[in-house]
């Protein structure tokens, strides 16, 4: 899953706002991939699998064309995915 983010992340760009910090990109997409682990099967999984994917494909419009930027999110994201998906 987090390779997947990081390739999404690094595809496309629409500067809409001010760069937010690779740790509050990590921790928000850690945020939302703990509430996929978390939810129930049916509509509340879906449900947080549709918010994670929206904020991946915002987080890659937002910086495609920032690649140490998204190689920092990388980084972070690294930090807390064990404990997102249950594993710490």
């Known amino acids: ?20 910090s690779a740790a509050s990109v990590a921790q928000k997409w850690c945020d939302l991939n703990s509430k996929v682990t978390k939810a129930a099967d049916g509509a509340d999984k879906d449900a ?30 690294e930090k807390c995915e064990d404990a997102s998906e249950g594993r710490k």
């Open 48 to 77: 947080a699998k549709a918010a994670l994917s929206k904020y991946e494909n915002d987080i890659e419009k937002q910086y495609q064309k920032d690649e140490a930027f998204m190689k920092e999110v990388e980084k972070e994201v």
């Open 1 to 20: 899953m987090l390779a997947a983010f990081i390739i999404a992340a690094s595809l496309s760009l629409a500067s809409c706002g001010g760069k937010k």
